[in-house]
């Protein structure tokens, strides 16, 4: 008995103290940073619209820029918008997918593996339901369940 007690209080003040520490992933707390460190030389200020880079993805490609995501609305689009899925699907490691390889992205998401690996950890936590789905693939629920909180 005695030691039953001690497994769910040990257990409880894990859970507890995990609640307590684990900080929520944000747009604002965590997300920017990371995109203005590694994303923004190609997806800030130059870059064109998601509209504009539909028009001539090959001319924009070889301007080396992608479409703009310096703030949360626009960032939104590639991830419950009208492109939704995009920011997923780019920033996988692959690890879960049939032939195993990363979206084209992920290699920017940090300067070495290790970082990599925990901003994607980051970033799926933010993301709330992590699906390389394209939209029209999406169901309501699984739109509704993409997070993705601003603060
Ligand atoms: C060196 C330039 C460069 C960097 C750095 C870069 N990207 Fe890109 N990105 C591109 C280009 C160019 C495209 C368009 C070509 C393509 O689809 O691969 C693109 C495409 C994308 C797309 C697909 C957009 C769509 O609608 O098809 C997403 C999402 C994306 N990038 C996210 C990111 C994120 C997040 C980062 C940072 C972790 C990042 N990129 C870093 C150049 C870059």
């Given amino acids: 008995m005695r030691i039953l007690h001690l497994l769910i209080a040990a257990g409880a003040m894990v ?13 604002e707390n965590g997300v920017k940073k990371i995109l203005s460190e590694r994303c923004m030389g190609c ?4 870059a064109p ?6 028009k001539d993805k090959e001319g924009w ?8 995501i310096d703030d949360y609305q626009n960032l939104m689009i590639l ?12 920033l996988d490691d692959g690890k ?25 950890v980051a970033m799926k936590q933010w993301v709330g339901n992590w699906t390389l789905k394209r939209r029209k693939e999406m ?4 739109l509704k369940s993409i997070t993705a909180a601003e603060k």
């Fill in 15 to 27: 859970a507890f103290s995990g609640a307590a520490t684990a900080q929520s992933v944000t747009y």
């Fill in 43 to 46: 997806h800030g200020k130059g």
């Fill in 49 to 54: 619209t998601l509209a504009e880079f539909d």
């Fill in 61 to 68: 490609k070889k301007k080396m820029k992608g479409p703009r």
């Fill in 79 to 90: 991830v419950n918008g009208s492109d939704a899925g995009a920011l997923m699907r780019r």
């Fill in 96 to 120: 879960n997918t049939k032939d195993g390889k990363p979206g084209n992205m992920y290699n920017y998401l940090g300067k070495n593996a290790d970082e990599r690996a925990q901003r994607l």
């Fill in 139 to 142: 169901s309501e629920g699984e």
